[in-house]
């Protein structure tokens, strides 16, 4: 029976010798392994693993701690490898600390793979094509699949599969008499069970032969309603692929509108726009002006701003600038909105009131409304759900000076 070291991810198999490791670092030899599975997670213990974070690095008051097991594991996985055995590395984040500001130690740096860690990259995804076959495309194949790094393409090793952007998310590396290799993890035990027995196949490869070209000219009883019922399995994945495709991008067509919760800049006057389009209030940019909304008897100017903190009277007076610019070129402006999005990282029922008393002040004065997109949310959340209509948010944004609140119309709606 061959021997697998699983280091980071539990597992127990009857049919396997696996044994378990909390940390590389604290693991048995690798050498006295047939092929060792390592999340990079996991290379230093949790006592010192809780200084580092993402390529963090920091001043190690005992540098032994993180070099010492890596240059011992290191010289372990060359004796593996030249034994014929087998190296795979879950493709995770980079996690490196450094020493007096000229050596640096990473957790990939045990692989003997020359500047591997320099060539991963941050990416998180789950689609993924094989470009190569593997003893591990049966793992690769699983929906459970998931990478949370990637790597360039190069030479040095042989890409197995590529994400949808064409970078390296699973390769193989000869190396001696062994291989390693750098996989994508998975999140669900099954996924587990496929990645050992692809190692069972590797380590422990069958004797059988593969069957010549000529077989499939031969056929058995059962073996063509077989394919046949295969075929027809084939057909309605494709079909439900095409409907999750469909459903992935409704989902995320409804859920934009909660941009307009946490974004500013660009990206929500882009989802500001479109929960106004929704209501009822085609917009569209005009000159300098954030955001203009024209109905032929409802024209109104828009200011958007979004915002770490509170929003004050600067904002304001800009929204005021715009009004009075538009009306000396005799254009007619009956009402200004101030839309804003404030304390944008904090979630919108923590968040305090979104005007200064000097704004609420001065909106009343002028006549403007100023519309928190928590609001404005709600508004799109209500229509949805047919509690409201365009007609009655409109009105109801014209009627309202100083700060809108959407139940404070629903009330006055009510007979």
């Known amino acids: 029976m061959i021997r697998i070291l699983s280091v980071g991810a539990h597992f127990y198999s009857r049919q396997i010798d696996i044994e378990n490791a909390d940390s590389l670092a604290l693991s048995p030899s690798l050498f006295d392994f047939d092929a060792i599975v390592v999340h990079p997670s996991h290379t230093w213990p949790r006592s010192i693993q809780e200084n580092l974070t993402a390529w963090h690095v920091t001043q190690a008051p005992n540098i032994e701690d993180y070099s010492e097991p890596l240059i011992r594991k290191q010289e372990e996985a060359n004796h593996l490898l030249e034994n014929g055995g087998l190296i795979i590395s879950i493709l995770g984040t980079v996690e490196g600390v450094t020493y007096d500001s000229t050596t640096t ?117 059962g073996e063509a309603i077989t394919v046949k019922g295969l075929k027809t399995i084939d057909e309605k994945v494709s079909s439900l692929r095409v409907d999750e495709e469909k459903l992935t991008r409704k989902l995320k067509e409804i859920t934009a509108l909660k941009k307009i919760l946490y974004e500013q800049g660009e990206p929500l006057e882009k989802a500001v726009r479109a929960a106004l389009s929704e209501l009822g209030l085609p917009a569209r940019k005009e000159g300098d002006i954030d955001l203009v909304t024209i109905e032929e008897k409802v024209p109104l100017i828009i200011e958007i701003t979004g915002s ?24 007619e402006i009956p009402k200004s909105v101030l839309i804003a999005n404030h304390q ?72």
């Open 308 to 331: 770490e903190g509170l929003i004050g009277i600067d904002k304001f007076r800009q929204l005021l600038n715009y009004v009075m610019t538009e009306q000396e070129q005799g254009k």
């Open 105 to 221: 130690f990473t957790s990939y740096d045990w692989i003997p793979v020359k500047d591997l860690s320099k060539r991963m990259k941050e990416g998180t995804g789950r689609r993924i094509k094989i470009v190569k076959a593997s003893p591990f495309d049966n793992y690769l194949e699983l929906s459970s699949i998931a990478f949370s790094a990637h790597l360039d393409k190069d030479a040095s090793y042989d890409a197995l599969a590529l994400n949808e952007a064409g970078y390296v998310v699973a390769a193989q590396v000869k190396s001696s008499k062994g291989s390693i290799f750098l996989l994508p993890g998975t999140v669900l035990d099954n996924g587990l069970q496929t990645l050992f027995d692809c190692i069972s196949q590797v380590v422990s490869p069958r004797l059988t032969r593969e069957p010549p070209l000529w077989t499939k000219d031969i056929q058995v009883p």
């Open 344 to 415: 944008i990282s904090i979630p919108p029922e923590k968040r305090s009131n979104p005007f200064t008393d000097k704004a609420i002040e001065q909106a009343k004065v002028f006549h403007s409304c100023l519309l928190p997109t928590a609001e404005l949310f709600n508004a799109v959340v209500l229509l949805r759900e047919g509690k409201i209509d365009q007609k009655r948010f409109r009105d109801a944004l014209m009627k309202t000076d100083g700060v809108f609140a959407t139940n404070q119309f629903i009330q006055e709606a009510k007979p």
